[in-house]
Each structure stands twice: as C-alpha cells, then as structure tokens.
C-alpha cells in the first residue's frame, strides 16, 4: 500500500513538473500577435524599442506612439497591425502579458548585465526568431548562479553574496 | 444508505500533501499584465525616478518644492534644497500636494450645468464651445462695468493676464479675497507696511538672528504668512549657534502650537494686544531701557499712554510688562511682530502700527535680527502680483452683485461662498448674476452656482512664476513647471484667457498676443536673463529658461535685504481705540476666535485625506471639527468633553462637540476653520462639522477695511448629545501607550 502510493505521488509530481515547466515556457496568450521575428528580420535593433536597457534597471516597452511611428504606414494591412492601431485610435493601452520577469524580491538591472558585455539573447534566447515570444529558460535563482558562479574569482563574492539581489 | 469509507489520519495527511503539491506547481504559473504609455512621458526612463522642481501652492507662501516622478508619475514631493526661502524643507500641507494631483473628484473636462444652477447636474462640455460661449457672452455685455472677476490664490501669471484682459476691456480689475489672507491679516499688513515705510511690500523677520521676539498674535510655526522659512529661521534662533537660545514670547488669547513652542505665552485679553505695546514702548522710553540713547524723540509717541490703564485693559499685569520691556530692550537684537489675530479686530490697524513701533524704538528696523521689507519683483511684469483686496470692497462688489449691476462673474482660486462671513450675503448675490463661470478644479460651494466649470490644471501639472511675499533675504522668483503631463482634459486658465482675447479681437487680441501660456511666461522670465545677480547665468535664453526650470526659479546669489524707510507717521501720538465686539456681552459671553487649521488651513486642504487624517497637534483630532472652551468655563455650563454645543452669534449659529482645552481665556471659545463643506468632495464632505463662518459678524477695521473676523461675541448652550471624537491621544493623556 505504501509503495503502491508512493509510486503514485511520484508521478504525480513529475506530471506537475513537466505541465508547470511546459506552461512557463509557452508563449503567453498575447492581446496582439506581435512578431519579433519580422522586426528582427526587417533589422530593427532590440535597443530601438527596449530602449533603456542600456540606460536603466527596467528594458522597457515601447509606447504605443513609438509602434504607430513606423506602423501609421508600415504593414498596415496586416491584422496585428489593425488590432494594434485600433488600440491606438481608442487612445487604449495594449494589455500586453508579461513574458518573462523577476519577481519582486530581486533586484535586477538589465543595465547592469549589459554593460558586461551580456547580450539580450543569453537570458532571452533567440527572440529574433520566435514569432510568439516566449520565455528561453526559467529565471529561477539556480539559473542566475550557473552564470554567476563562472564569472571571474573576485567577482564571485559578490556575485554569488545574498545582498547583491536580494535587497 | 452505505457506510461512508473511514479515512484514517495518516491517509488523510497523504492526499492533503498530494493536493497541495499539485495546486502548488499549478500556481507558479501566473499572468502579468504590463501597459505602455500611449504617449511616453519626456525624459522618462522606467522605474528610474526623475525630479522635477517647481512651487508649492497649497498656500501663499511659495516654498520650492521638487517632486519625484516615475514613469511619468508624481510619487513625492519635498523642499527644493537650493530655495533661499524653504532650504528643503516643507510642511505638511506641501506634502500632500499630490492628493490635489490624484484627487478623485476632480473635474475630467469642462462641464456645464444642465440642470439648473445649484443642481449640480453636470454635462461634459467641448473645450473650443465653451470658449465660443464665454466669448460671446462677454461680447453681449451692455457694458464692460457689467464684467467682475473674483480671484483668490491666483497664479501670479493668471493675475497678469486677467488684469490685462479687463484693462483692455475697460472692466474693473479683478477682486481678490480668500479666507487664509484675510486671518492672516494681509491686506492690513501691506496697508501698513504703506503707511510707516510707503511701500506695500510685506515685512520680512530676522528670526533666525534675533535674541528676543515678541510675536502678537502670528502663528509663526503654523500657517501665517511664510510658515516653513519661519520655522526653519525659528530652529536657527533657538540652537543656532553655540550658547545662543533666543527667547520667544508669545501673546494670544489660545495657546497654539507656536505660543506652546514659545517661552512664554500672555493670554491677553481680545483686542488689548495693541495696548501691551503701547506699555512696552512706554516703559522702554520712560526708563530710557536698552542701548538706543535717550529715546527722547520717540517721547511723542507715548505720551498719551498710562501704562496701568494698558495694564488693566489686557489683563497683563503691570510686573509682567516691566519684566518684558526690559527683556525686549535689553537684547542685542530683538523684533516684535504684529500678526493674525489683532489683525482680525476692528482696532486692528492701530494696534498693529503700535506693535511694529516696538521695532523703531528699539532700532530694529532694517537692522539684523529686526525687521526687513520684502524684496519686490526685479522687473514691472513680475511686480504685478495679486493684491489682497480688503473685506470692504468684497462687500462693495457684493452690493452691486446684488443691485443687479453684475452680468458676468468670473472665479478663480475663489470660493466666497465658503470662505466669506455668511452674513456677508454673497449667496443672495450670485443668485442675481446671470451668468457665472468657475475655473476650480473640483466642484466647491461656489462652482455649484455657476453656469460653466472650466477647470484649471492642479498645480503640479501647471506653469508659472510667483515672487514670494514676504520674501527671503534676497530677491527671489519661483518658477513652476508641470511634473506631469495633465491627467484629465483640463485647460489652463491662462490659456483660456488668450483664447478669448483672440476670438474677441482688436484691443483684446493685441493687448493679449502670446500663442500661449508657455510662450508668455518664456518672454517674461527672459527679463531676468543676463541680471548679474543671478546664482547662476547662463548663455542663450534658452540656456536660462532650462536653467530657470531646473533650478526652481531664479534668485540672487548674495543676501540682499531691503532696509525700510520711514514716513512720518511715526512721529504723532500713538492711538489705539478701545476694541468692539459684535453681540451684546450679556447675552454672548464669549469671544469668538476662528483660526487657520495647521492642515487644513481655511479649510482648502478639506479634500485632502492626508490632511484629514493629520491629528492636530494640540487637540490630536483626526478628520473631526471642534469648539475649544476652558475647563472653567465648561464647569459653569456643565458640559464634558464630546458634548455637542450649539454656538451662537447675532449672525448664525452652529454645532460642534467640544473639547475642553485649558490652553485657552475662560472668555474664549476657539474654533479651527476648514471643515463643514457643503460641497467640495467626498473627503471634505465627509467630515460632521459646520463652518464658523456662519457665526462671524461681517464688520471691518474702519482704518483699513480688513474683515475684523475676531470681533464677533457668541454664546453656548449644550444641545445633550454626545459625538466623540476621533482623537490619537485619549483624553487622560494615557493613549500614547496604544502607540507603542
Ligand atoms: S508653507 Fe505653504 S507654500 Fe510652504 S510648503 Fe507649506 S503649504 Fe506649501
């Protein structure tokens, strides 16, 4: 009976490993079918858009102002382009669901890995091609230490010390 | 019906841990959503704050602020280190500016009341008609003596701007009253200042370097006149430097929070303050006190002046006035300042001129550690500043109101309705004119009877430039800048006007031609561009306005303080008449003293739940109203703490729970004003409590014509009710511990 339930409650888990760990790297439901890879391809830079990464903690979004720049005229008879413009005439944000994020006991700076000399595809994977975006990895805190502890000895104190992150 | 299995303990903890692993990783999975602005607010980087600095303009005053923005959103606001006025610091009332920015009750857009006036049926209104309206309504006039505008705190711009549209126009300039300046007694202190130095700028005192001040009647530390510069020079006389504790003393039927900051507090009797300077003056030239020399030429001033008949008349006694002449002289540096509440009695002016005679005996005028004149704006354009008018000729506007020779009535910063005795009539009055407009934010008692609301921005969101008066110790421009972009389709007021002059055009469209307000204030502040006083100087004119902008205004980099000159009225026989009281003492025992709530002040922060939510720091009285009687007093009339009273005057009437207060003349009952609206807001309306100004008597000062709000009598009857209210301490002074 113990081994029989045992059994049971192991593949239970396992079940609710692989679903969660399928669920958290699906790509999210989106209000609207943005496509990095088409931005990608047409050689808009991530930084275009994300445009304090390099300057704050926070990547950033674009404003809508900055999507209607280009798409008042560009691609403006695709159906993602009209959902988006439609937004836009409502004076509406986008309801846009978060793709990948830290939560709110770290204190992440995109500022900060960047000026290293990281690029955004390390952690984010290869957005470029992924028509629906969607988490590379989980960002969980044994993943930030895989990469922390390689770095340099005398960076790894404090790379690897508590405080550096959680604040 | 079968059994029901049996669960044993053990099997139940099982399953119970399986669910939970189950839902457990179920939920890791979550879903955030995340906006983007629609337009990006300037200079924004997300989650990175970004300061901007501008003005306070929760009261007169003008304290530089800085106010923390992220993602195009005000989050704080503290004092603009670098302001020679505030140095950093900022009150309270400053604080919670940003429930003005996010107040819930603000107007969206422009509205028109569609159900009558008085319905409050409100219908959003298209910006561009609504100026086609007003425009064509001012056309219509019969004759441009028809046209009033009623102002109160106003933008020192938006003054310029209606004082030039209704010169333009031929109309009488605007009319400028509110509450806060008529207890602070503005517009007899700048009647003074015109008659002992002939100028109408506002004194400005050397706290910070004074060994000994006599205040009359200023709540320095609360709200009169400059409150956070006067606490921050308080600080500076009292631990300034090494050994040195200035000596204050303060003289005032109630113990306020300054006088309990004070070393000494006189309970004087109302009205009497002046004659407590006269004795001074004359004790000090009589045994020829202090190191002046003879004050042989000061003799006239006091000749007619007998000091046990000051004595008896204020209830100070005769020893007690020695001992204070001879501290008062005897200092190095000393000043005596003449502040609210004789201000608000219809002897006002003449005991204020003897109060600030004290200065000139000791020669403390001009002198440091005295007393200054305020600088005046460094150019015409920034010397047109608001005036306060006096109290007479709010009336006088009220009787033409209602002699029906008003068509058009304009409001700005103004809510009479509120803030005037209700004596006054002013209801009555709007009720004739045909057609009203308010510019208020949210609706007041006032915007009820208007046809049109066309609201302002907040101030966070708005432009502009204010001289501080009093000022500092060097000439001092604040500028204003929106932190934020404006939250709700308002309009500023300033551009309004620009757009009426340009639809009526000729006269107007030339005497108003600036494309905007932005525009406006760019070519007036460009005066001060290239001034070698400047702290800082800059290349180009656009140097200087981002220079202007960031800095929070523009100031000299030395000390400049203005030395008064004296006229000669200070060379006849100082008169103070016996004081007069509305209500006949049998009848009305008591002195009435409304005063300027340290939150709400006259009652403008009511809608504000941080201010509400501020225990007064005497009372501790969170979102509450209260009338304050002396232990004796409420022993005569059997009344306890938290019993309901009515008050009476010969004017009105109102109810309030009382609060014993020992602080306080057994002929006394004291009153904080700000709460009681009728309209206003759901903070505001909140509250239980009447206005005060039901019950004060619209009489004046004859020499001036300032409302003498302190000189009305009342009576009290408890109603046998209780309404307890709400209060941080408990009354035994026992409640500190449910803090711990
Ligand atoms: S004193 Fe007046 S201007 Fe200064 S912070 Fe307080 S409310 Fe604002």
Known sequence: MTRRLLLFFSILILAAVLVTRAQVLASPEQPVAFNHQIHAQAGVQCLFCHSSALRADIAGIPSMQKCMGCHTIIATDNVAVQVLTSYWKRKEPIPWVRVSWQPEFVYFSHQAHLRTGENCETCHGDVGRMPLTRPAVKMDMGWCLDCHLLQPEEKVVRLADCLTCHK | ?740
Request: proline share 7%.
């Open chain 2, 1 to 740: 019906m079968s059994m029901p299995k049996t669960i044993t303990r053990r099997e139940f903890l099982k399953i119970a841990a399986g669910a939970s692993i189950a839902t457990g990783f179920t939920s890791a999975v979550r879903s955030i959503v995340i906006e983007p602005f629609i337009y990006p607010p300037e200079e924004e980087l997300p989650g990175q704050a970004t300061w901007y600095a501008s003005t306070c303009r929760q009261c007169a005053a003008g304290c530089g602020i800085i106010v923390r923005t992220i993602d195009g959103r005000a989050k704080k606001i503290e004092g603009n280190p670098l302001h020679p006025l505030n140095r950093g610091k900022l009150c309270a009332r400053g604080q919670a500016g940003l429930q003005v920015l996010y107040n819930p009750d603000r107007l969206k857009n422009a509205v028109r009341q569609v159900g009558g006036r008085g319905s409050r049926q409100f219908e959003p209104f298209y910006w561009p008609d609504a100026l086609d309206l007003l425009s064509s309504k001012i056309a219509a006039l019969s004759s441009t003596e028809r046209f009033a505008f009623l102002g109160g705190l106003m933008p020192s711009h938006t003054y310029r701007l209606t004082s030039l549209l209704l010169e333009a126009l031929g109309a009488a300039p605007p009319v400028i009253y509110d509450l806060q300046s008529a207890l602070e007694g503005r517009s007899a202190v700048s009647q003074l200042s015109q008659a002992l130095f002939g100028a109408p700028d506002l004194p400005e005192y050397d706290l910070s370097q004074s060994d000994v001040v006599l205040s009359f009647g200023a709540n320095l530390l609360e709200t009169w006149m400059s409150p956070v510069a006067q606490s921050v020079a308080y600080g500076a006389m009292r631990q300034g430097s090494m050994g040195r504790r200035g000596l204050l003393v303060q003289f005032e039927p109630r113990l306020s929070s300054t006088a309990a900051s004070a070393d000494e507090w006189v309970p004087v009797q109302p009205g009497a303050e002046g004659f407590v300077a006269l004795a001074i003056g004359r004790i000090i030239v009589e045994e020829r006190l202090g190191h002046v020399g003879s004050h042989q030429s000061q003799a006239v001033l006091y000749q007619n002046v007998d000091v046990r008949d000051m004595s008896a008349a204020s209830d100070v006694p005769v020893d007690t006035l020695r001992h204070l002449a001879r501290v008062f002289a005897d200092a190095d540096r000393a000043v005596a300042i003449p502040g609210g509440y004789l201000s608000g009695q219809q002897n006002g002016f003449s005991s204020m001129l003897a109060v600030q005679a004290l200065n000139l005996v000791i020669a403390q005028v001009g002198r440091q550690g005295g007393m200054f004149l305020s600088n005046p704006g460094p150019t015409a354009a920034l010397r047109q500043n608001p005036p306060v008018n006096t109290f007479d000729e709010v009336m006088d506007l009220i009787r033409r109101m209602k002699a029906g020779e008003i068509d058009l009535l304009l409001l700005h910063s103004a809510n009479p309705l509120y803030e005037l005795p209700a004596a006054a009539g002013f209801f009555e009055a709007i009720a004739r004119v045909p057609f009203v407009v308010s510019f208020s934010p949210v609706v007041d008692e006032t915007a009820v009877w208007a046809d049109l609301i066309l609201p302002d921005h907040t101030y966070l969101e708005s432009w502009g430039y204010q001289v501080p008066s009093p000022g500092a110790d060097r000439p001092v421009v604040n500028s204003q800048q929106p932190v934020v972009s404006p939250l709700y389709d308002t309009l500023a007021t300033s551009d309004v006007l620009l757009g009426l002059a340009a639809r009526l055009g000729g006269k107007l469209a030339a005497a108003l031609s600036w494309r905007d307000e932005a525009s406006y204030l760019e070519e007036t502040v460009s005066e001060l561009h290239g001034s070698s006083l400047g702290a800082y100087s800059a290349r180009t004119p656009s140097g200087f306005w981002a220079l202007w902008r960031q800095y929070g205004g523009w100031w000299s980099e030395k000390q400049i303080r203005r030395e008064p000159e004296l006229t000669d009225i200070v060379q006849k026989p100082l008169l103070i008449a016996e004081p007069h009281f509305e209500g006949d003492p049998q009848d009305y025992p008591f002195h009435l003293y409304p005063y300027s709530s340290i939150t709400l002040s006259d009652g403008r922060g009511a809608n504000l739940p941080w201010l509400q939510e501020t225990p007064d720091p005497m009372t501790t009285v969170q979102w509450g109203m209260w009338v304050e009687i002396n232990p004796e007093t409420a022993e005569g009339l059997g009344i306890s703490d938290n019993d309901v009273v009515q008050v009476e005057s010969p004017h009105g009437s109102m109810e309030a729970s009382v609060v014993i207060y020992p602080g306080i003349r057994p002929d006394i009952v004291a009153i904080p004003v700000g709460q009681g609206h009728q309209d206003y807001g759901r903070f505001a309306q909140a509250v239980i409590g009447s206005n005060p100004m039901a019950l004060v008597a619209p009489v004046t000062d004859p020499d001036t014509g300032a409302l003498a709000w302190g000189a009305t009598r009342v009576r009290l009857k408890p109603i046998g009710k209780k309404q307890v209210l709400a209060r941080l301490e408990s009354l035994d002074g026992n409640g500190r511990e449910s803090l711990g």
